[in-house]
């Protein structure tokens, strides 16, 4: 004999929550958009029709003219940039971009924002630092986060470190991947 009916019980629901990860996995379309934060980042380790539409160096305005690009099937967004405007003193563009985003993007889409994610301060090249700083950075996602808590289905997404784990200050290395790969992940079982 196989258990008793409380162990089948137990068996049939495991096996469905394996059968809808594995629908979930294969079935979400996932989309990364943003700068070179994300660029670098293996969509496919999020799901088999996860795509990655972050191109390094982009300012908001050509995030913005990329939601046009998105798949109409998309499920889930990752969004996040802004930086490339930032370290030039454009906070005043990025903010109007940001809410032009936000009135652009698809509707049925779930939205994981970002915003602009933390910096390492110790290793910011000293001509970003003028316009770029962590406390400057929470103080412009301040600004942003509102957009995203107006917009159905938008869900702000704390950074998941104080500082980005980085060579050059700015972009992820392998261990800031990981760890942004795993936020995602995370933010997807939720």
């Known amino acids: 004999m196989l258990g008793s009916k409380g162990t089948l019980a137990a068996l049939a629901i495991a096996l469905l929550g394996i059968a809808a990860a594995y629908f979930l ?4 379309r996932v989309v990364f958009l943003g700068d070179s934060i994300y660029a670098p980042l293996e969509a496919k380790q999020l799901g088999s029709n996860a795509v990655n539409m972050a191109v390094i160096a982009d300012p908001t305005g050509r995030i913005l003219k990329r939601i046009a690009d998105i798949p109409e099937d ?48 110790q290793r ?48 992820p290395d392998a261990a800031g991947r990981a760890i942004l790969l795993r936020w995602m992940a995370d933010e997807l079982a939720r």
């Open 124 to 171: 910011l090249p000293a001509i970003y630092a003028v316009y770029v700083s962590n406390q400057k950075l929470a103080a412009f996602n301040a600004q942003i986060r509102p957009l995203c808590e107006r917009h159905p289905g938008c869900r702000w997404m704390p950074p998941p470190f104080e500082s980005m784990p980085s060579s050059d200050g700015i972009h």
């Open 25 to 28: 996995f294969h079935r979400q």
């Open 74 to 121: 998309a499920t889930d967004i990752f969004l996040e940039g802004g930086l490339n405007d930032l370290v030039y003193g454009r906070y005043d563009l990025a903010l109007s971009n940001y809410a032009a985003i936000f009135k652009a993007l698809p509707p049925a889409a779930k939205i994981h924002f970002a915003g602009v994610l933390p910096v390492d301060e």
